[in-house]
């Protein structure tokens, strides 16, 4: 069994902040330069997925669903499924730029993983959802026979890095000192016959981890 997590290609809201104030993010567009990146990163993204069938499941925000057209990929696709567990953390109301800065240092300084934006969620609620989504997954990849077993991601940073962290016990600590990966980056996860998952590469870190803890290359 195989899952390809993709971070969506570059957005508005990646380029110009204030965009969150006229625009609500689920409908923050690529820019240019991001429909680029999708279009480039089709060629490696095809290649991992042919011959198929494949199984994609895309999170429901407008640059996701932008980025997995561009990846064109639909004819290898056997389902495609919005999947709004797959979503961007909810960071509330944005409408006030002040207020984006003050929510922003009062995160860094509490911690990403259980802080909590005003009216939205914390790091901990998007990894609750992250996990039931990868539970029911797992459950359908074994179980449903017809079910592809190769599947394909599309969806953002932060929900790219709690899935792997759900997936390989990752610590609290080591969650937070991981870096989002590059806009179209991927990461290819693998399960063998013995139920061990592995994946390809780490993800760039900030800083070692306080606990001293590692991203591990697989477990049970």
Same mark, same amino acid.
């Given at each position: ?14 380029? !110009? ?19 680029? #990146?999708? @279009?480039?990163?089709? @060629?490696?993204?095809? *290649? ?5 069938? %494949?199984?994609?499941? %895309? ?12 990846? !064109? %990929?639909? &004819? ?13 953390? !909810? ?6 730029? %002040?207020?984006? *800065? ?22 901990? &609620?998007? &990894? ?11 459950? /359908?990849?074994?179980?449903?026979? !017809? ?18 962290? /759900? $997936?390989?016990?990752?610590? @609290?600590?080591?969650?937070?000192? $991981? ?9 290819? $996860? ?14 760039? #870190?900030?800083?070692?981890?306080? &606990?001293?803890?590692s991203q591990k290359p697989s477990i049970r």
């Open positions: 069994m195989k899952i390809i997590l993709v971070r969506h290609a570059e957005s508005l809201g990646n380029v !110009d902040e204030l965009a969150y104030c006229r625009i609500p993010d689920h409908a923050l567009p690529l820019t240019t330069m991001g429909e680029r #990146q999708a @279009i480039e990163a089709s @060629i490696a993204i095809r *290649e991992l997925l042919v011959p198929g069938p %494949v199984a994609v499941y %895309v999170s429901p925000y407008l640059r996701t669903r932008q980025t997995l057209q561009l990846l !064109d %990929v639909e &004819d290898l696709a056997e389902r495609t499924v919005a999947e709004p567990r797959l979503r961007e953390q !909810d960071w509330g109301n944005l409408q006030d730029p %002040v207020e984006q *800065e003050i929510q922003k240092r009062q995160r860094h300084e509490f911690g990403h993983f259980f802080y909590r934006l005003a009216h939205g969620e914390s790091g901990a &609620d998007v &990894d609750d959802r992250v996990a039931s989504y990868l539970a029911e997954l797992e459950l /359908r990849m074994l179980r449903q026979s !017809d079910h592809p077993k190769t599947v394909l991601v599309v969806s953002h940073g932060l929900a790219m890095r709690l899935l792997c962290r /759900r $997936l390989f016990s990752w610590s @609290i600590e080591l969650f937070e000192s $991981l870096s989002n990966p590059n806009h179209c980056e991927y990461r290819i $996860l693998e399960r063998d016959e013995e139920g061990r998952w592995s994946i390809d590469r780490p993800f760039a #870190q900030w800083r070692e981890a306080p &606990d001293g803890s």
